[in-house]
């Protein structure tokens, strides 16, 4: 009986086995760094449409906003600057102009990948309305002329903004479409 096996070292100094292990070295750092790549292309790709998908909704957002205050104003328009009323009743039948995605857009990453004409179009709509409401309150405007000044803000957001802002979410819409995305399916809705 053999008390110990001699270990047979001729495989470590045979060229081959050294190769070998070159070859096992190279192939695991190659795998893992296609891995890493494919793991953090497909990272981008989802936090790009991610992004999209949430400016699509917070452009839709403040589309509804919009058209919700301009109808507000729309009606404002028609049933008391129109007929020149007491400073009081204008006053308390005042439009209250919701401004919370306006406001909560401050605090959203994508606003800024939000067309420029969208913002300052919004912006000078809020700005301008309030301006010529409080104008027409105390009185420094007359309730006829103010109507007429509101009016031209509401053809345009109605006629131009609106219009544009729908259509750009839209092509949110279809772009994320096109990369096989829909509306709703990353963040579970729909």
């Not at 795998?31 to 917070?58: H, I, P, R, W």
């Not at 994508?110 to 300052?120: K, R």
Request: no cysteine.
């Amino acid at each position: 009986m053999k008390l110990k096996e001699q270990l047979d070292n001729k495989e470590l100094k045979s060229s081959g086995f050294w190769l070998n292990q070159m070859f096992m070295i190279v192939s695991t750092i190659v795998g893992v760094y296609l891995a890493a790549q494919s793991g953090l292309q497909q990272a981008l790709t989802f936090d790009t449409y991610s992004k999209m998908e949430d400016n699509y909704y917070l452009r839709m957002s403040l589309h509804d906003e919009l058209t919700d205050n301009t109808n507000d104003l729309q009606a404002y328009i028609n049933d008391y600057l129109s007929r020149n009323p007491p400073a009081q009743e204008m006053k308390d039948n005042r439009p209250d102009m919701s401004k919370y995605i306006w406001e909560t857009m401050k605090y959203n990453p994508t606003t800024l990948e939000t067309p420029n004409e969208v913002l300052t179009a919004a912006r000078r709509f809020y700005a301008k309305s309030e301006d010529i409401l409080d104008r027409a309150m105390a009185r420094r405007l007359g309730a006829k002329y103010a109507g007429d000044q509101l009016q031209v803000l509401v053809d345009d957001m109605k006629n131009e903004t609106l219009p544009y802002i729908a259509k750009s979410a839209n092509q949110l819409k279809t772009e994320l479409a096109k990369n096989g995305v829909v509306i709703g399916s990353i963040k579970g809705g729909q």
